[in-house]
C-alpha cells in the first residue's frame, strides 16, 4: 500500500501524498557532510552513499516516497561526455556537441552495463525501504539531456540550443534520436532493477516555443514511455518547467501524471485534464523561505483547492533551492500529511 502509487493512478484519498523535487540535497546538514567527503559523481557511483542520501529524505522528514539519489546528466555522461561538477557553476561537460561528427561519436550502446551502478544503488534501496515508501527512479527528457551537451552545462537563456534547433533541425533529431534510445534502455533497466515510479525531467522546456516543443520534445518523451516495458503498476509522472503552457500537449503522452510548474492554478489544470491523467505540484520552492504560518496557509491554499479531486501528488513546481532552513520544509510536509480532506 503506498499512497504515492494510489495517487497516481486516481483512486480517492484521504490526503496527498507528498515528496519533494531535490529532496536529497544539500539544504541538508547531513548530506553536506557526506558531499564534503566526496566528489558529486563519485556519490553517484557509489551505491552505498547513494543509498545513504536516498534515505536522508525519509529518516528527516518522513516524505511519501524516496527518489534514488543520481543525476540526469548520468546519460549523457555513459554517452561519452566528458562531465564534471563544479562547486558553485554546476555540470560542465569539457566536449560540448558542435558538430555531426560530434554527434556521431557518441555511443548508445552498452547503457545497462555503464549505467550498472544505479541498478545496483535500485536494489540496494528497495531492500532498505518499506512497502509504504515506494522508489522514484528518473531520467531526463532527450531535449533537456540534449541543452547539456550543447550548452556545456547551464545556461541562462539556453542559446546555443535554440540556435542548433534551428539552423541543423536534422542534427537535432539526429541527437534526440540517440538520447531517446539510450534514455529507453536506461529507464527499462530501472524497471527491471525494481524501480516503483518513474519521473521524466523536462526541466527547459519551457525555453522552446510551443512549435518547438512539438517538434523537438514532446515526441521522444513520447517514444521514451512508449518503449518501457511497463508493468500495470509503475506510473509515469511527466515533469516540465513550462508545463502550465504545455499541458494541452503532453495530455497525448501516456503518461499517468503531468508534474505542473509553479506557474499555473493546479486545479485548473486538473479540470482541464480530465480524469485520465493525475497532476502534480506545485507550490513555488520560494515560499519556504517565509514563516512557518506562510508556509502552512500556502499549502493549505493548494490542498483546499484540490479537495474536490479524488486525488493528486503533493510537491513544489521546481526542485528545493539549496539553502533553504530543514525546519521549513519539514512544516511543509508536516502541514500536508496532517491535512484532512473535508
Ligand atoms: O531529487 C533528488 O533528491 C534526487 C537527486 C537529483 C539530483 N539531480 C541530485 C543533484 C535529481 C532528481 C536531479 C535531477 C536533475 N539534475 C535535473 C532535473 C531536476 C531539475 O532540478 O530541474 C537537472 C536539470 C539536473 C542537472 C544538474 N545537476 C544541475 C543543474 C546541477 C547543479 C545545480 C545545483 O543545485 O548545484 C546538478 C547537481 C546536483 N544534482 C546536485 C544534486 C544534489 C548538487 C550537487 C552538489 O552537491 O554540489
Known amino acids: 500500500m503506498s499512497l504515492l502509487i494510489d495517487a497516481a493512478y486516481g483512486k ?28 558529486f559523481l563519485k556519490m553517484c557511483k557509489n551505491p552505498d552513499v547513494a ?8 529518516k528527516l522528514l518522513d516524505v511519501d516516497a524516496a527518489i534514488m539519489f543520481s543525476d540526469i546528466l548520468v546519460t549523457a555522461e555513459a554517452m561519452g561526455g566528458k562531465l564534471s561538477y563544479v562547486e558553485g557553476t554546476g555540470p560542465l561537460f569539457s566536449n560540448p556537441v558542435k558538430t555531426k561528427a560530434d554527434i556521431e561519436s557518441l555511443s548508445i550502446t552498452e547503457v545497462p552495463e555503464k549505467l ?21 527512479g528518473f531520467a531526463g527528457a ?40 539510450v534514455t529507453i ?13 518513474l519521473q521524466i525531467f523536462d526541466s527547459w522546456a519551457m525555453y522552446l516555443s510551443h512549435y518547438s516543443f512539438v517538434e523537438f520534445s514532446l515526441p521522444y518523451i513520447a517514444k521514451v514511455i512508449d518503449s518501457l516495458n511497463k508493468p500495470k503498476n509503475v506510473p509515469v509522472i511527466t ?36 480524469n485520465d491523467i493525475v497532476v502534480q505540484g506545485n507550490m513555488d520552492p520560494y515560499v519556504l523561505y517565509a514563516d512557518k504560518r506562510t508556509i ?36 511543509l510536509v508536516d502541514t500536508v500529511k496532517s491535512y484532512q480532506k473535508v
Open 12 to 39: 480517492e484519498l484521504d490526503r496527498p501524498p507528498i515528496w519533494i523535487m531535490r529532496q536529497a540535497g544539500r539544504y541538508m546538514k547531513e548530506y553536506r557532510e557526506i558531499r564534503d567527503k566526496y566528489d
Open 51 to 58: 543509498t545513504e542520501i536516498s534515505l536522508l529524505p525519509i
Open 116 to 136: 550498472d551502478y544505479v541498478a545496483q544503488l535500485i536494489k540496494q534501496l528497495k531492500n532498505e525501504l518499506k512497502a509504504d515508501k515506494p522508489l522514484i
Open 142 to 181: 532527450p531535449f533537456t539531456v540534449m541543452s547539456y551537451l550543447i550548452e556545456g552545462g547551464s545556461s541562462k537563456d539556453l542559446k546555443k540550443t535554440k540556435q542548433f534547433l534551428y539552423r541543423q533541425p536534422e542534427l537535432s533529431h539526429l541527437l534526440l534520436e540517440k538520447i531517446t534510445s
Open 185 to 197: 534502455d536506461y529507464l527499462n533497466m530501472q524497471i527491471e532493477a525494481g524501480i516503483d515510479a
Open 239 to 274: 515533469f516540465a518547467r513550462g508545463s502550465s503552457s504545455f499541458y494541452k500537449q503532453m495530455r497525448e503522452l501516456n503518461t499517468d501524471v503531468i508534474s505542473v510548474d509553479w506557474n499555473a492554478n493546479l486545479a485548473d489544470v486538473q479540470r482541464d485534464l480530465g
Open 296 to 331: 502552512q496557509n500556502e499549502a493549505i491554499r493548494i490542498l483546499k483547492s484540490m479537495d474536490e479531486f479524488p486525488s493528486f501528488i503533493f510537491n513544489l513546481g521546481h526542485g528545493v533551492t539549496p539553502d533553504l532552513d530543514i525546519d521549513n520544509v519539514k512544516c
